[in-house]
């Protein structure tokens, strides 16, 4: 990819593409020497000599290798300027009519041409001839289709040759064969046994067991100790790159006792409560006993998959011993990140600088990482924010790997309260960082003057610099657009290092197409990345969601390229960590009994849910891929000729060719007989690869490469204009995606959905952990914003409830999902629902203290008991779960208390909703969280901001709050008989006020910092004493005795 090709927009549909040059200042690029191809403008490269590659030595007309080896394999084999006969050159393989050449570098294990050209992969196939958008005639006659293994019925072609991999089987199998023959370089041994068939006929037994083990670690021949001093390294890095922690059995064990204990309980309870009616208030007592059985069930689906809760620990020494060794090719898989923002205003621009300022600085190979931008809302202001940001780039990533600082984004960098000098011993830091933030402070200017031009839109539109009008004024309708502001050229920075690429993307929006919000862009963003880069492995990040640990990614790397662990694993999880939440985290921002208690349960079952944000995939699991199967236990088969005990030998359904040394002529032979056959087949699984992933043949092609890459032939011009074809509006149309790739269009909590479908088909995710919080991010800290942003996350979990893939009916014919975690998901989605009950339930204590009936009879001392020991169990429960996750006892409390806040509030209209979408088709609107902060510290905590939201949580406080004061007085007016009653009345109001405490303090304000507590005792003590001064009234004299005027003398 070329960084200053341009900003290239296009439609796919409407025939149309545009480059636009100019829209940005020059940059001061490091000077490159070398020819340049004229066919696909990459550089000529160098020979294996280390001498300037030439193709022809008649005119020596400028021609890269991989352009030279596509024209003499899949051309006329003539040099386009003099036509002469490209002769064969050193490394490169042989084609027809290189017989009659010397034969100067034959490759010992080469494969014969009649072998290679039967073979011809279906990567190359399928990208002759559709490099560009041309359907024309001579395209079509001239393609052919060659076999394509489809599905796990098909059978081998004639004569391929196998290459099994270490994490992939059955159809998958296929694409390890096509990705090694996508590349014309030759495959090392230690990459996999493809020639194991082959070379053990020729080895002895000693020379196959080295080879086997040599397969096995992928560490290369066992050396002798004595002979090899760095044998103790070999060793350290043949060790499992993770492992599990499991919880110390002294903590674990009385958790699970007494969650049974709890259990039992709760069952007596509930029989005393049902068998116990209250004969005077049926239908309170009615309404409680349906309450208490609802929480009984949603507390059975929270509380047992957090049964094997487990640790784990990563081993990043281990990962670069075995993948970064010196003096050998950096072997660590590459990486796409993707990024996503929609309204600069709700999501300023410096945020999201300093996100991808933070991955381009990250701990990684820079040719091994690419970070996207999606921008959803095709704003200028976000585009020219992230050219400043490729520019600042150039400075401050040469800064952060030189001086090993964190977090690498700057705003968090510079605002820490920390001793930046510690374990600095360069005495050039001090100096270097004043320039640094002096550097910042005036990219923040930059960036901020933007933001203040786009808050007013020109009458004819924005204009970028060249006076072209910007493609995405009108932001519901324009044609895609993709920029590479950091990329092979161009991408250095001011030291001369090169720099990771950097992509601005945004993709077509027509009105009369369904785009599906963030996951329609998720979408895109894989298959841009597919086109441009293919890496293996995907990192999601929210704008606000920065890098606060440089190696977060090896990290994750420990689980998806171990040998024994990754084979199976569709995505490492992170936990959320934020900035900017008050001491106290008021409305439980911080998540953490969710993050730290809830993931560590999963953990230990099939992975962790899918969170939306700070997760690594794998490219294949989100391709709709299932995992590799493990190996199965040999069957007994018997011979066909006596009747003995096992199985009968099946008859191969198709024959195998070329497995007892047939010769040239009986290969031929069957290849003329079912050549009908495999084209039908090629045709029909060409048709299944475009139904599944649409019809890009570049995009299809990479599909299939497991370990990523793109083929050599394609030119950057070529990819950048697939890649607009790829995020056109109807590319999607007719496909599987969004139904079976990708991210799963259906609700707006997408990341349940794909996590979900990803562990229906058998994958398992890992819960990573750090030390150090991978990422961190923002949280709307204003009571109005949370419960907004709470609302949207139960309204997707009911769309999910009411949906075709409900964890309640879906996924049961495959049998990959385990019980436990479909409970967990089970719970995800019917969470919200318990609103109504609680609802109900935080309206009872009122109802009760204002009519003076209670939904509980006299209790004998014997039922007591179970009161006593259903709350004890609670209470214990809840202890011994902080004791084996670290949750403080303050975080476990908020918890509970917004529990109870959202769930008669943001849950109870998110149910509401979610109803009327269902059964009247009425839909609501995606509303995006603002992260923007106050200058202030917390002064947003304090912001009141009305919202319907605030209502019923409002009104059952009101109600309570008078219930309490209505009983008070009803009890001083009946006297001390009716004070036994009142207290058990009283106790479930104060249950409600105390879990409603955080909700009034943010319906209150700051009020001149007052404290909230002394205004609510206040207002209560006052009516309180106000009831018991009408009740005793002092100052009017009591006479002792009957009063005579009212019953008479005789009474």
């Not at 490269?45 to 899949?74: I, K, S």
């Amino acid at each position: 990819m070329e960084a200053s090709a341009g900003l290239v927009a296009g439609s796919h549909n409407r025939n149309e593409l545009v480059v636009i040059h100019g829209h940005e200042e020059p940059k001061t690029l490091k000077n490159l020497n070398g020819q340049v191809c004229e066919i696909c403008g990459d550089e000529v490269g160098l020979t294996v000599d280390g001498e300037l590659f030439v193709a022809c030595n008649e005119c020596g007309f400028p021609v890269c290798r991989p352009c030279y080896e596509y024209e003499r394999r899949e051309g006329n084999q003539l040099c386009p300027q003099c036509k002469t006969r490209y002769k064969r050159l050193k490394g490169s393989p042989r084609v027809e009519g290189d017989d009659d050449e010397e034969d100067i570098d034959d490759i010992e294990h080469e494969f014969n041409m009649d072998e290679q050209k039967k073979n011809t992969d279906i990567a190359e196939a399928m990208l002759h001839g559709k490099m560009s958008y041309g359907r024309g005639p001579e395209d079509e006659e001239s393609v052919q289709y060659p076999a394509v293994v489809a599905g796990g019925r098909s059978r081998p072609v004639s004569g391929e040759f196998p290459i099994p991999n270490h994490a992939y089987s059955g159809d998958q199998m296929m694409g390890s064969s096509l990705h090694r023959r996508v590349h014309p370089y030759p495959a090392s041994d230690e990459a996999g046994g493809a020639r194991w068939d082959e070379r053990k006929q020729e080895m002895g037994w000693k020379e196959r067991m080295e080879d086997w083990k040599m397969q096995q670690g992928n560490l290369g021949p066992e050396y002798d100790d004595s002979a090899d001093p760095d044998m103790a390294i070999l060793d350290e890095a043949r060790q499992p790159l993770s492992r599990k922690v499991p919880i110390a059995s002294s903590k674990i064990n009385p958790y699970r006792m007494t969650i049974v204990t709890r259990l039992v309980v709760l069952a007596f309870f509930l029989r005393y409560r049902i068998l116990n009616p209250v004969h005077d208030a049926l239908g309170l007592w009615l309404t409680s006993i349906i309450c208490e059985i609802w929480f009984a069930f949603s507390w059975i689906l929270d509380q047992f998959p957090k049964w094997f809760p487990i640790d784990r620990e990563t081993y990043l020494d281990r990962l670069s011993l075995r993948y970064e060794r010196e003096g050998e090719p950096n072997m660590l898989a590459p990486v796409d990140i993707f990024v996503s923002t929609v309204d600069p205003m709700k999501e300023p621009p410096l945020v999201t600088a300093n996100t991808v300022l933070s991955i381009l600085a990250m701990d990684y190979p820079v040719d091994k990482i690419s970070c996207y931008i999606s921008d959803d809302g095709a704003s200028m202001c976000t585009f020219e924010a992230l050219s400043e940001t490729a520019e600042f780039a150039r400075k401050w990533v040469p800064f952060c790997k030189k001086f090993s600082i964190e977090p690498r984004a700057p705003e968090m960098y510079f605002s820490e309260k920390v001793d930046y000098l510690k374990d600095k011993v360069q005495p050039t830091f001090v100096q270097e960082r004043r320039a640094m933030k002096r550097e910042y402070e005036e990219f923040k200017v930059r960036i901020n003057a933007l933001v203040a031009k786009a808050t007013k839109v020109p009458p004819g539109g924005w204009i970028m610099q060249d006076g072209t009008p910007w493609p995405g004024n009108n932001t519901k309708d324009h044609p895609g657009m993709i920029q590479v502001f950091l990329g092979q050229n161009g991408g250095h920075d001011v030291e001369g290092h090169e720099l990771p690429r950097l992509v601005y993307v945004s993709r077509e929006k027509r009105p009369s197409f369904q785009h599906h919000k963030k996951a329609g862009a998720m979408n895109a963003l894989i298959r841009v990345s597919g086109v441009l880069t293919n890496a293996p492995f995907m990192l999601n990040l929210d704008c606000d969601h920065y890098l606060n640990n440089s190696k977060a990614v090896r990290e994750a790397m420990c689980f998806l390229m171990d040998p024994q662990v990754g084979k199976k694993v569709c995505y490492v999880q992170f936990p959320q960590r934020f900035d900017g939440i008050d001491k106290h985290d008021r409305y439980a921002n911080r998540n953490t009994v969710f993050f730290d208690i809830n993931m560590k349960g999963l953990d230990g079952i099939q992975g962790p849910v899918y969170v939306g944000t700070g997760c690594v995939f794998r490219r294949q699991a989100l391709y709709g891929y299932e995992p590799p199967k493990g190996p199965k236990r040999p069957r007994m088969v018997s011979c066909d000729c006596c009747p003995c005990f096992g199985r009968r030998k099946k008859v191969p359904k198709y024959p195998k060719n070329d497995l007892e040394g047939r010769g040239k002529q009986s290969r031929n032979l069957h290849l003329c007989e079912t050549g009908f056959d495999e084209d039908k087949e090629i045709l029909m699984s060409q048709m299944n690869f475009e139904k599944k992933f649409g019809q890009s043949q570049i995009f299809v092609t990479s599909t299939l490469m497991i370990e990523g890459g793109v083929p050599p032939s394609s030119s950057p011009a070529a990819l950048l204009k697939e890649a607009i074809h790829v995020i056109s509006c109807g590319y999607e149309d007719k496909t599987e995606w969004g139904s079976e790739l990708g991210w799963i269009y259906g609700s707006i909590t997408e990341d349940i959905l794909t996590g979900f479908k990803m562990h229906c088909r058998g994958w398992r995710s890992i819960y990573c952990m750090p030390k150090r919080a991978a990422f961190k991010g923002s949280a709307p800290i204003n009571l109005s914003d949370r419960l907004n942003q709470v609302l949207r996350w139960a309204l997707g979990s009911v769309e999910i409830f009411f949906s075709r893939h409900s964890p309640l009916w879906y996924g049961y014919k495959e049998g990959n999902l385990k019980w436990l975690e479909r409970f967990a998901y089970v719970n995800t989605t019917v969470y919200p629902f318990t609103s109504l009950p609680l609802l109900a339930y935080c309206t009872l204590p009122a109802i009760c203290l204002l009519t003076g009936k209670f939904i509980m009879p006299e209790i004998s001392t014997f039922a007591s008991l179970f009161f006593i020991a259903l709350f004890l169990s609670i209470f214990v429960t809840g202890i011994l779960e902080l004791r084996w996750s670290g949750v403080s006892i303050e975080e476990w409390w908020r918890n509970e208390q917004f529990w109870v806040i959202g769930g008669v509030s943001a849950h109870l209209f998110a149910v509401i909703q979610g109803l009327l979408k269902v059964l009247a088709g009425i839909d609501t609107n995606f509303t995006v969280t603002s992260k923007a902060t106050d200058d202030e510290d917390f002064g947003e905590l304090y912001a009141f901001k009305w919202t319907t939201l605030l209502i019923p949580p409002t009104t059952i406080l009101i109600i309570n709050l008078v219930g309490v004061v209505a009983g008070i007085s009803d009890a001083i007016n009946n006297g001390y008989q009716s004070w036994g009653p009142l207290f058990g009345k009283l106790f479930f109001s104060f249950w409600v006020i105390v879990h409603l405490y955080p909700f009034l303090k943010g319906l209150m304000g700051r009020q001149n910092r007052t404290p909230t507590i002394v205004i609510i005792w206040s207002v209560l003590l006052a009516s309180i004493f106000s009831l018991l001064w009408v009740r005793i009234d002092p100052f009017i004299l009591k006479t002792k005795g009957p009063d005579t005027k009212r019953c008479g003398i005789n009474c």
